[in-house]
């Protein structure tokens, strides 16, 4: 049984930092991508920052390019984002996904086969 599980979200003021984190379990073959997407009221769900299995080559929405950053700790088979500089506007859900199949828009939701259950990121003064 496949599980993503995502914690470490919260309500933070603007500028400041919050890291999240993605423990991967249950995969029989070793997934293409995994990452974050996020989705706020009233917005589309978008990519925030994904991760290539295979490269290891990282992705990130314009958005939050040089404020996030992406890792993973294979031993223990989680993946993180570092969110610095938080902005009102970084507030959503935020959801952990993996794909078990080749990736061409690492970005795309509708690439993805699993997903976590979301933790809120509220950034607020």
């Known amino acids: 049984q496949v599980q993503l599980v995502e914690s470490g979200g919260g309500l933070v003021q603007p500028g400041g930092s919050l890291r999240l984190s993605c423990a991967a379990s249950?995969?029989?073959?070793?997934?293409?991508?995994i990452g974050w997407f996020r989705q706020a009221p009233g917005k589309e769900r978008e990519g925030v920052s994904c991760l290539s299995s295979s490269d290891g080559r990282t992705y990130y929405a314009d958005s939050v390019k040089g404020r996030f950053t992406i890792s993973r700790d294979n031993a223990k088979n989680t993946v993180y984002l570092q969110m610095n500089s938080l902005k009102p506007e970084d507030t959503a859900v935020y959801y952990c996904a993996a794909a078990v199949t080749i990736v061409v828009d690492y970005l795309t939701g509708y690439e993805y086969d699993y997903w976590g259950q979301g933790t809120q990121v509220t950034v607020s003064s």
């Open positions: 249950g995969f029989t073959r070793a997934y293409y991508a």
